[in-house]
């Protein structure tokens, strides 16, 4: 089995700071791209940031600026940091990564469970 485990949410203020941080663990072979999604209520799903296992990125326009995604290959960890935080970057996070669990297999998306991200103005 696959898991991702986030930890790093939390209640911060307009203009503050928080690292969110995911650890891939289990049957895994490689991680191609890793990255950060995020859902608000009443709202759909969407791309935050993403990384390559090369470390190649993308970010949504809405944090471009303010928010940094890394990852430790060793590790299996991806970070993002968010600073100058907004009342509407509110939402719960998720960690996605595309893994090959042996080196035959296809590789698949996993997710984590989630973590809530609230900004009080």
């Known amino acids: 089995q696959v898991q991702l485990v986030e930890s790093g949410g939390g209640l911060v203020q307009a203009g503050g700071s928080l690292t969110l941080s995911c650890v891939a663990s289990g049957s895994i072979s490689s991680i191609n791209a890793m990255g950060w999604y995020r859902q608000a209520p009443g709202k759909q799903r969407e791309m935050v940031a993403l990384i390559t296992r090369g470390g190649s990125t993308n970010y949504a326009d809405s944090v471009k600026g303010r928010f940094t995604i890394s990852r430790d290959n060793a590790k299996n960890m991806v970070s993002l940091q968010m600073n100058s935080l907004k009342p509407e970057d509110t939402a719960v996070y998720y960690c996605?990564?595309?893994?090959?669990?042996?080196?035959?297999?296809?590789?698949?998306?996993?997710w984590g469970q989630g973590t809530q991200v609230t900004v009080s103005s």
């Open positions: 996605s990564a595309n893994i090959r669990r042996t080196i035959w297999a296809l590789p698949v998306d996993y």
